[in-house]
């Protein structure tokens, strides 16, 4: 049932008992609710907005950056049932095999469980998402000729594979009518949660406080807690509750809020000439909905031995054409120049009048950097709910740069090598200064990172918290590294997963 | 680099000059050369020396006027990046390859085709304010804007 705290409200000071206790009501908490009820399971969910964005719930995510350039934190993700999935855009890759691996080039890397262990849910995931008949591409690159037009680019070193595309759904909305007809699941809005509560022995949770806007405080205890607030409410929450630790729920090493992740994007840098000998590149557009094969968006990204080889974090890249010529070569010099002397390399009776230029979409992977980091306001601010409030320092480093830098490099050399025209490289030289333009992708990841044990992550294999036997996490903040793909099918993926253990917990606890 | 240093390095070791010649003009994709007889009244396209040396190179020069783009990008290439060692690098390559590879223009531009692609794969690159040409391209362009920076 979906209950409004607001309009329902409770009495002061009420406890509400039951087996699982969700906090958070977006991608990962909705998911888990979902599936622990219709298991027969008993769920509380704790949903600080309503049904709607309100400008009161979204201030509560108000904060402060203090890294590099960044979005406004109460604007980069969605205070209110369903989370940020009411404003994501919808692209569904998921993680690669490498991506759990550890990669001795880049520091922190891989995960405490491997992609067997992920992998099952993927299917199910993109169910939930609507994206189609899932084609999981971990095993193979793109099925030519089967799913999609033509044959796309054959470049070395690099594979050409695709996001499927949900429609996209609004979680909030499309499960509203179910979570409400689900007798076990308790979907409470406009519950803020103020404090989770340890037991005295600090070694379990006891309850979580709410209150509402305006409206009385109460408790909800629990056999089991999961946390679901992402990547950055997540470490906010735990860092805020000290009464019984002081330095913060799961912090015993100073982890919570480290190794901060985004998926850095640098778009519509470098330029691309496509030459005579370049097959059509129909293949590279965003591919209308169909039952068959739901909506994909193409993208090439190395493979897998490249990106061993050249000692790189991952990336993908996504084609967009320029048709404004004119402002194109105000930014790069010489195209023109350029453009008439490719098309000399092949055939100029069948060369067009006007050029025809790309230029990528590049998010990229980001390695894990405990300097990168969110923490509590030390100045003191709080927000209306008497929470500190929290200060993002994201933070980019050489190893990033590089990628940056030999992604386009790499790609260049590729085109070149099959005539494919040529490319202008402009990511900076300079490995002191990323480009301007360099900004994020709404993705906040790796903040309660999974690790083998409590010096490496906050959590571990299953999401739970070390040390705290009842407490998990679920979400993006569990990441222990970010691979290139968007997150939201590994997010839900793993809260699948973890429902499954918590469905297991709760079968033997009964 | 100066007149001098350009005419130094035209040592083409062996290769017949025309062949070199309108090899690197098919290569670079102006297939005129080879199928339009005295189309351009242009001036030599190699320095005096060079041309007064070779028995019969006037011939193939006056077919050989590349077009505006290829002598302005090659003259950007002389001017942004030192190309000296690039043109003898290519021009040894081509003097080694077989000599089937060398009887005409067109089995040449394949040879430098060859050349090309392996340099795209070694990462022998050399970048234009920005634009990515392998050594070898840049070897092709400078060579064919050699009148224009006499």
């Known amino acids: ?510 | 680099m100066n007149s001098e240093a350009r005419l130094e390095l035209i040592d083409t070791k062996g290769l017949d000059r025309r062949i070199l010649l309108k090899g690197i003009a098919t290569f670079l994709g102006y297939p005129l050369l080879s199928t339009i007889n005295g189309c351009t009244p242009s001036k030599s396209a190699l320095p005096e020396r060079l041309s007064a040396q070779t028995v019969g190179i006037e011939g193939v020069q006056k077919l050989w006027k590349p077009p505006p783009s290829v002598i302005e990008l090659g003259r950007e290439v002389i001017n942004n990046h030192q190309v000296t060692p690039d043109i003898q690098a290519l021009l040894k390559a081509l003097s080694e390859s077989s000599k089937r590879q060398k009887r005409t223009p067109v089995e040449l531009a394949e040879a430098i085709r060859r050349l090309h692609h392996k340099a795209a794969k070694t990462g022998s690159w050399v970048e234009i304010k920005g634009w990515r040409l392998t050594t070898v391209e840049a070897a092709a362009y400078a060579l064919s804007s050699f009148t224009l920076v006499n």
């Open chain 1, 1 to 510: 049932m979906l209950i409004d705290m607001a309009s329902d409200s409770p009495r002061e000071g009420q406890i509400f008992r039951t087996q699982v206790c969700v906090i958070g009501g977006g991608a990962a908490g909705l998911t888990i609710t979902r599936e622990l009820a219709k298991a027969g399971v008993s769920v509380i969910t704790l949903e600080g907005g309503g049904l709607k964005e309100s400008k009161r719930s979204q201030e509560i995510y108000r904060g402060e950056n203090l890294g590099r350039k960044y979005f406004r934190l109460h604007r980069s993700r969605r205070r209110y049932l369903g989370g940020s999935t009411n404003c994501w855009a919808g692209l569904c890759a998921p993680l690669r095999p490498s991506d759990f691996e550890r990669r001795p080039w880049i520091p922190h890397s891989g995960w405490p469980i491997g992609i067997d262990e992920v992998g099952p849910y993927y299917e199910r995931a993109g169910e939930l998402l609507k994206i189609g008949p899932f084609h999981s591409q971990l095993d193979q690159p793109l099925p030519v000729g089967q799913w999609m037009k033509g044959s796309g680019l054959k470049l070395e070193g690099f594979e050409s594979v695709f996001f499927q595309m949900s429609p996209p759904v609004r979680l909030g909305k499309l499960w509203r009518e179910e979570l409400k007809a689900l007798k076990e699941a308790r979907v409470m809005i406009n519950a803020n949660v103020t404090h989770l509560q340890l037991e005295s022995s600090a070694e379990a949770m006891a309850s979580v406080t709410c209150k509402v806007f305006d409206g009385p405080q109460f408790k909800v205890e629990a056999q089991q807690f999961v946390l679901a607030c992402g990547g950055i409410e997540n470490p906010r929450m735990l860092l805020n509750a000290r009464d019984v630790m002081t330095q913060g729920i799961g912090n015993q090493r100073d982890l919570v809020g480290r190794y901060f992740m985004e998926h850095p994007h640098i778009d519509r840098e470098s330029l691309w000439l496509p030459g005579g000998a370049t097959p059509s590149l129909n293949h590279y557009r965003r591919q209308k909905r169909s039952k068959k094969r739901g909506r994909m968006w193409p993208y090439i990204r190395p493979s897998v031995e490249s990106l061993q080889r050249e000692e790189l974090l991952d990336f993908s890249l996504v084609l967009f054409r320029r048709k404004n010529i004119e402002r194109e070569e105000k930014k790069h010099p010489l195209l023109r120049v350029v453009w008439e002397s490719s098309e000399h390399l092949h055939d100029p009776t069948k060369a067009p009048k006007t050029p025809r230029a790309y230029t990528f979409g590049n998010p990229m992977e980001q390695a894990p950097n405990p300097d990168s980091r969110v923490a509590l306001n030390e100045s003191g601010e709080r927000d209306e709910l008497g929470l500190l409030t929290s200060t993002l320092t994201w933070r980019l480093s050489s190893l990033e740069k590089r990628t940056l830098r030999r992604a386009h490099e790499m790609l260049a050399e590729s085109l070149a090598g099959q005539d494919y025209g040529r490319m202008r490289v402009t990511p900076t030289h300079n490995l002191d200064t990323f480009p301007r333009q360099t900004k994020g992708g709404y993705h906040h990841m790796g903040t309660t990172r999974m690790g083998i044990d409590e010096r490496t992550g906050v959590v571990d294999g299953e999401g739970k918290v070390f040390g705290v036997n009842n407490l998990f996490i679920a979400g993006s903040s569990v990441f222990a590294t970010s691979g290139s793909a968007n997150p939201t099918l590994t997010i839900i993926a793993l809260a699948l997963r973890l429902a499954e253990h918590l469905k297991s917990l709760s079968r033997g606890q009964k």
